[in-house]
C-alpha cells in the first residue's frame, strides 16, 4: 500500500468521528434539535509519511593484496604488444668468416708455401730424395709428382706409373711428403748422354696433374754438382719416406 492512499484514508476517517459527534451534541433525548451554538472547530492533521531514506550504496570490496586494480572501461580494446619486430626492421649482416677459420681451407702444396730440399742417396745408388715440407699455416695438397728440370734441360723426366698412391699426399702444416729421383742408370748400360749438373728446380702440380701451379722451388744440389742421363725419372709425391725410396 503506497503512503498516499494511507494518508487519504486517514483524513476521512478523523472527519467522519467529527461528524458524529456535532451530531450527537445536536440531538435531546425527544429527538428535538436543540440550539446547540457554533459547531467547534475541529483541526485534522494530515498524515505526513517521513520520506524514504535511500539505501547507502555498497562499498566497494577492498582489492587483495597484490591483485592489480581494475581500469575503467575506455571503450576501446587495448592495443596488443608486439612481440616480433616491425616488418622494416633491417636484417643482420651476415656474419664474418675470421681470418683463422678461413685459413682453414686447404689449398694447394707448391712453392711458396713449402720448402724442399734434395739430397743424394747411398741406398739406393744414384738416387736423390725430394723432402717437400709444409711451412704454411693450412693444409695443403700435394698432387701428381715433380716436374724436375736439372741444369738447362729443355724437358722434365718421366714419373714412375706404378708409384701412384692410394690417395693425394695431404700434408698438414709442418709436415712433410717425399718423392725420388732415378738419377742415372745402375749399370751404366741403360742411360746416355750423361753429365754433371750444379742447379734444380721442381715445379708442382694442380688437381689435373698437367698444369704447373704457384711458384717454383730451388733446391741447392752438392757443390761437386750431381750426375744425371737420360734414364732420368721419378716418382709419385708419397706420404712416408720409405715409400719415396723403394722405387
Known amino acids: 500500500m503506497s503512503v498516499r492512499t494511507s494518508r487519504t484514508r486517514l483524513i476521512t476517517t478523523a472527519v467522519s468521528v467529527?461528524?458524529?459527534?456535532?451530531?450527537?451534541?445536536?440531538?435531546?433525548?425527544d429527538g428535538d434539535i436543540?440550539?446547540?451554538?457554533?459547531?467547534?472547530?475541529v483541526t485534522v492533521?494530515?498524515?505526513?509519511?517521513?520520506?524514504t531514506t535511500p539505501a547507502a550504496p555498497a562499498s566497494p570490496a577492498a582489492p587483495s593484496a597484490g591483485a592489480p586494480s581494475a581500469a575503467a572501461p575506455t571503450g576501446k580494446a587495448p592495443a596488443?604488444?608486439?612481440?616480433?619486430?616491425?616488418?622494416?626492421?633491417?636484417?643482420?649482416?651476415?656474419?664474418?668468416?675470421?681470418?683463422?677459420?678461413?685459413?682453414?681451407?686447404?689449398?694447394?702444396?707448391?712453392?711458396?708455401?713449402?720448402?724442399?730440399?734434395a739430397a743424394p742417396l747411398n741406398r739406393p745408388v744414384n738416387h736423390m730424395l725430394l723432402t717437400v715440407t709444409n711451412i704454411g699455416s693450412t693444409t695443403c695438397y700435394l698432387h701428381g709428382y715433380p716436374a724436375v728440370r736439372f741444369g738447362e734441360a729443355q724437358s722434365v723426366p718421366p714419373v714412375i706409373d706404378d708409384s701412384?698412391?692410394?690417395?693425394?699426399?695431404?700434408?698438414?702444416?709442418?709436415?712433410?711428403?717425399?718423392a725420388s729421383v732415378n738419377l742415372s742408370s745402375t749399370d751404366g748400360t741403360d742411360g746416355s748422354n750423361g753429365h754433371t749438373v750444379t742447379s734444380l728446380d721442381v715445379y708442382?702440380?694442380?688437381?689435373?696433374?698437367?698444369?704447373?701451379?704457384?711458384?717454383?722451388?730451388?733446391?741447392?744440389?752438392?757443390?761437386?754438382?750431381?750426375?744425371?742421363?737420360?734414364s732420368l725419372k721419378v716418382t709419385y709425391w708419397q706420404q712416408s719416406m720409405d715409400d719415396a725410396v723403394s722405387w
Open 18 to 29: 467529527a461528524i458524529a459527534a456535532l451530531s450527537m451534541s445536536a440531538c435531546n433525548g
Open 45 to 51: 492533521t494530515p498524515f505526513t509519511a517521513s520520506p
Open 80 to 117: 596488443a604488444t608486439a612481440s616480433k619486430p616491425a616488418a622494416n626492421t633491417p636484417a643482420s649482416p651476415a656474419p664474418k668468416v675470421p681470418a683463422a677459420a678461413a685459413a682453414a681451407n686447404p689449398s694447394i702444396c707448391e712453392g711458396s708455401n713449402t720448402k724442399t730440399t
Open 164 to 178: 701412384k698412391p692410394q690417395a693425394v699426399v695431404t700434408l698438414k702444416p709442418g709436415e712433410s711428403g717425399y
Open 34 to 41: 436543540k440550539s446547540a451554538g457554533p459547531a467547534p472547530t
Open 204 to 230: 708442382f702440380h694442380g688437381p689435373s696433374g698437367n698444369e704447373s701451379v704457384g711458384a717454383g722451388a730451388h733446391p741447392s744440389l752438392p757443390a761437386k754438382g750431381t750426375y744425371v742421363d737420360d
